[in-house]
């Protein structure tokens, strides 16, 4: 059974590089089949799908974040990770990561099956 | 972006009620939509995927019809741990993945 866990800082201060890591386990990151991305909820709101990556590691981004977020999986560790550059405190939320199950070989149809608790992410001086 | 609205933002049911959530896509997604629970402070569970497929382990109470732009999730005969804020999902046309704004289903 697939498990995935957020962790990184809960505060971050305005205009710095906010930085999450989500490890896999009960999965390979590499392996086709599904895709892992990075979602957000801000305080008592809805859900907003930050980026994708592909074991591949081809990334795709949500274009209202895609100039500050970077994407990227290390393999070797079963895990992958997020960058949100310049954050302000719009960027606080409860940062989640979840694995995309892919409904046909290209892997561009997948939901969300697989999701991690969740991490609090506050940003302020 | 293909923008999703779920109506009606609140439904209050007495348990053993059962409630129909809708979901409405800005254009059309084909049966490419998801459905998913969340309680609070929780992470969201995934419920229904391809409009009307449940995921492995739903109870049969959870049903999602539709296709194209519209979309509902019918629950049957609600229970005490069913109360919670839904959500759609597309995943037809992306970036970016889009969700629906949430239809929380509170005890009468």
Redesign the interface.
């Known amino acids: 059974q697939v498990q995935l866990q957020e962790s990184g800082p809960g505060l971050v201060t305005p205009s710095q590089t906010l930085s999450l890591t989500c490890s896999v386990s009960g999965a390979s990151v590499s392996r086709g089949g599904h895709t892992w991305s990075w979602i957000r909820q801000h305080p008592g709101k809805g859900l907003e799908w930050i980026g994708l990556i592909f074991p591949s590691g081809n990334t795709y981004y949500a274009p209202s974040l895609k100039s500050r977020v970077t994407m990227s999986l290390d393999t070797s560790k079963s895990q992958f990770s997020l960058k949100l550059s310049s954050v302000t405190a719009a960027d606080t939320a409860v940062y989640f990561c979840a694995r995309g199950y892919c409904s046909n070989a290209s892997c561009w149809y997948s939901w969300f099956d697989s999701w991690g608790q969740g991490t609090r992410v506050t940003v302020s001086s | 972006?293909i923008v999703m609205t779920q109506s009606p933002a609140t439904l209050s049911v007495s348990p053993g009620e059962s409630v129909t959530l809708s979901c409405r896509a800005s254009r059309s997604v084909s049966n490419?939509l998801?459905w998913?629970q969340q309680k609070p402070g929780?992470?969201?569970?995934?419920l229904i995927?391809?409009a009307s497929t449940r995921?492995t382990g739903i109870s049969a109470r959870f049903s999602g019809t539709g296709s194209g732009t519209e979309f509902t999730l019918t629950i049957s005969s609600l229970q005490s741990e069913d109360f919670a804020v839904y959500?759609c999902?597309q995943?037809?046309d992306?970036?970016?993945?889009?969700?629906?704004?949430?239809t929380k289903v509170e005890i009468k």
Request: net charge neutral; charged share 10%; glycine share 12%.
């Open positions: 972006e490419n998801a998913y929780q992470a969201p569970r995934l995927y391809a995921a959500y999902q995943y037809n992306w970036p970016p993945l889009t969700f629906g704004g949430g």
